[in-house]
């Protein structure tokens, strides 16, 4: 398998596990009464992903071809089921799982699509130019998907599996004058023509973006405490260990806003080799997928990489304010099992089709 992602994946993962470590302690002391209340599952979450992860990479992922439907049907049912879960945060993302956790279907929706695409594509890829087969089963799945996580609401993970559509189309050959309407612009201007009804939280964050003093200690407060936390990183950071503002100061800073606390501990040089981490692990895949032995194992790789990298783009941007609050989480660094051992399955994957084999 190709050692030089492996090694990436591993370094992302051991990165964000002392990470987590470090900006979880005082929210879990404070709503658990245990400092290691987050960190600690996510130990056990991660020693799981890296087992299916070297699981995944030994099984040959041609056997998706036949699990592609399959999986997207019950990502389906359980993105329907967990509209009927109780909210959190005005949400409805989680199922409850007795004795075991929780599990956040919309993880799984992303791994179908990715699969269900490149089967579609992998399979008819002569025909990509043509509205029915380039254009029209993947208006459809993606309606599907996104209609499911908007009643949730969930508008950032219906953004990221609009965004891995649309790349998915794009390298396998849908048509150029199809890609505009398909490769996602249509679905989401749609999207936020219903907004206000489906999210009626929507505007509010739009206004808060724009001016999030105007709000300090409502909806603003998040993004100001982020940018509080990553000016006072400067160029070095405060030392590992040592933000201030996690200290119940930014919301959630084990899960969505935690690259601000890498900026206010790490500082510029340690965001900065954050960033190249993602970077890196996006340039090796594709050059994965560019030797790849066939035309499903590319796209599935492609599918794969750019679901991190753009994750961790919409992620970055929000926590910045360079794009409204969306709540999106940072791969491999957010609390999170479900996300996590999703990821390391993916990876797997990818180190699958590395071995070159057909």
């Not at 009464?33 to 990479?57: E, K, V």
């Not at 398909?182 to 907004?195: F, W």
């Not at 090796?284 to 991190?308: C, E, K, M, N």
Request: aromatic share 10%; proline share 5%.
């Amino acid at each position: 398998m190709d050692l030089p992602f492996l090694v990436l994946v591993l370094t992302l993962v051991g990165f964000g596990l002392v990470m987590l470590g470090s900006a979880s302690g005082a929210v879990a002391l404070y709503r658990r009464g245990d400092a290691f209340a987050y960190l600690r599952p996510q130990l056990l979450y991660a020693a799981m992903g890296i087992a299916g992860l070297w699981l995944a990479s030994r099984v040959d992922y041609h056997i998706f071809h036949k699990l592609a439907w399959p999986l997207l049907g019950v990502s389906l049912v359980l993105l329907a089921v967990v509209l009927f879960m109780p909210e959190y945060n005005g949400c409805k993302r989680w199922l409850v799982l007795p004795g075991v956790g929780t599990l956040q279907p919309s993880e799984i929706a992303k791994f179908a699509v990715v699969l269900v695409f490149s089967h579609i594509i992998s399979l008819n890829h002569d025909r990509m130019r043509s509205f029915a087969v380039g254009v029209l089963p993947f208006v459809l799945v993606l309606g599907v998907v996104a209609a499911l996580m908007l009643l949730e609401p969930h508008l950032s993970g219906t953004l990221l599996i609009l965004g891995i559509g649309a790349v998915l189309m794009f390298v396998g050959g849908t048509g150029l004058r199809w890609f505009v309407l398909a490769g996602g612009a249509a679905a989401i201007g749609a999207a936020v023509v219903v907004m206000p009804d489906l999210v009626p939280y929507a505007a509010d964050r739009l206004r808060s973006w724009q001016d999030p003093f105007a709000d300090p200690l409502g909806d603003g407060h998040q993004t100001i405490q982020s940018l509080y936390a990553i000016g006072s990183g400067g160029a070095t950071g405060l030392g590992l260990g040592n933000s201030r503002q996690k200290h119940l100061f930014v919301p959630e800073p084990q899960n969505d806003f935690i690259f601000s606390i890498v900026c206010e501990e790490l500082g510029f040089v340690g965001a900065c080799a954050v960033v190249l981490l993602f970077v890196l692990l996006l340039w090796r895949g594709i050059t994965i997928a560019a030797h790849a032995p066939d035309r499903f194992g590319a796209l599935l790789v492609v599918g794969f990489t750019v679901q991190v990298a753009l994750q961790a783009v919409l992620n970055v941007a929000v926590v910045t304010n360079t794009i409204p609050n969306t709540g999106i989480s940072l791969p491999f660094f957010s609390s999170g099992g479900t996300s996590l051992m999703m990821l390391l399955g993916e990876m797997g994957i990818v180190l699958s089709v590395s071995r070159g084999e057909t």
